[in-house]
Structure formats: structure tokens, C-alpha cells
Nanobody, 120 residues
Framework: QVQLVESGGGLVQPGGSLRLSCAASGSIFSILRMDWYRQAPGQRELVAFITSGGITNYADSVKGRFTISRENAKNTVYLQMNSLKPEDTAVYYC???????????????WGQGTQVTVSS
């Protein structure tokens, strides 16, 4: 079993910054990719992802403002969010694509979500 624990959400004023963290633990052989999604009422969006090799990709809505990074040794992914806007308000979820053994297929695991609210 694999568990993902997110932290770092909260209330911030427009233009401010937050850093989200997501730590994976449990039966992990390798994590091929880690993603950040966000869920606002009626809308779900893949915000960013990073592969085990460090390849990153961002939604157009956050390019130039958000930075995803990871510490492979700690099975942890981060999302640095700068220049936050009210439209960034959402619940942010971490998703990890995990192999539990060398020969197992890849399964997707989700964190519990962390609320980010951008408001003055």
C-alpha cells in the first residue's frame, strides 16, 4: 500500500506565494511520475507534473508562476506557487504513478488534498 500526504495549503493574498509538499510512503519500488492537480467547483485541471528523470510540464494557466520539483530520495514532490491569483483557489491534489515492485505495473495513488485560497 502507498500513502501520499500533502501539506502547505492555506489562505494567501493575491500576489502572494505558497509551497505545497507531497510525501509518498509505503511499498514503493519506484515513482515514475508525480503530478499536481487542482479541483475547483466544476473544473479539474492537471497543474504540473514531473518525471523521475526531471522532465516537467505545466498548464498554460500557471506557466511562469508555478514550479514543480522533487526529491527522489525522499519520494517527495513540491509545488512552489508564486504570484497567486484568486482563480488559483482550489483543492490541490498530489498524484503519484508508482511501481511497488520491479515487475509490477504502474498504479496511480492520490493524496487527500489541501485547500488553497487566494483572497484579499
Amino acid at each position: 500500500q502507498v500513502q501520499l500526504v500533502e501539506s502547505g495549503g492555506g489562505l494567501v493574498q493575491p500576489g502572494g506565494s505558497l509551497r505545497l509538499s507531497c510525501a509518498a510512503s509505503g511499498s514503493i519500488f519506484s515513482i515514475l511520475r508525480m503530478d499536481w492537480y487542482r479541483q475547483a467547483p466544476g473544473q479539474r485541471e492537471l497543474v504540473a507534473f514531473i518525471t523521475s528523470g526531471g522532465i516537467t510540464n505545466y498548464a498554460d494557466s500557471v506557466k511562469g508562476r508555478f514550479t514543480i520539483s522533487r526529491e527522489n530520495a525522499k519520494n517527495t514532490v513540491y509545488l512552489q506557487m508564486n504570484s497567486l491569483k484568486p482563480e488559483d483557489t482550489a483543492v490541490y491534489y498530489c498524484n503519484a504513478h508508482v511501481q511497488t515492485t520491479m515487475t509490477s505495473p504502474t498504479f496511480s495513488y492520490w493524496g487527500q488534498g489541501t485547500q488553497v485560497t487566494v483572497s484579499s
